[in-house]
């Protein structure tokens, strides 16, 4: 399955990003899929993750501010960003089962 990332961008603290992660088949309807990010230096991390059926779990940095949902009939994932913050700016990759998308850069800057 190949994966692509969208909606990343420059925005200023406090802004808000919306990242989509369209996928090529139907496959990740039956994964539990998650967004992981990379900072520069530092390792990937994951940043949330959402199963079949919609539950979700973020790591603590990021709750209250960021919301994963998926929408399985078009095989699509999203990852609403809000009350960004300087320390948020990484690339962002989706993953479903072992494949990953090619990442899409957020940066958060005045």
């Known amino acids: 399955v190949q994966l692509v990332e969208s909606g990343g961008g420059l925005v200023q603290p406090g802004g808000s990003l919306r990242l989509s992660c369209a996928a090529s088949?139907?496959?990740?309807?039956?994964?539990?899929m998650g967004w992981y990010r990379q900072a520069p230096g530092k390792q990937r991390e994951l940043v949330g993750s959402?199963?079949?059926?919609?539950?979700?779990n973020y790591r603590d940095s990021v709750k209250g501010r960021f919301t994963i949902s998926r929408d399985n009939a078009k095989n699509t994932m999203y990852l609403q960003m809000n009350s960004l913050k300087p320390e948020d700016t990484a690339v962002y990759y989706c993953?479903?089962?072992?494949?990953w998308g090619q990442g899409t850069q957020v940066t958060i800057s005045s």
């Open positions: 088949g139907s496959i990740c309807s039956i994964y539990v």
């Open positions: 959402i199963t079949i059926g919609g539950s979700t």
């Open positions: 993953m479903c089962g072992s494949s």
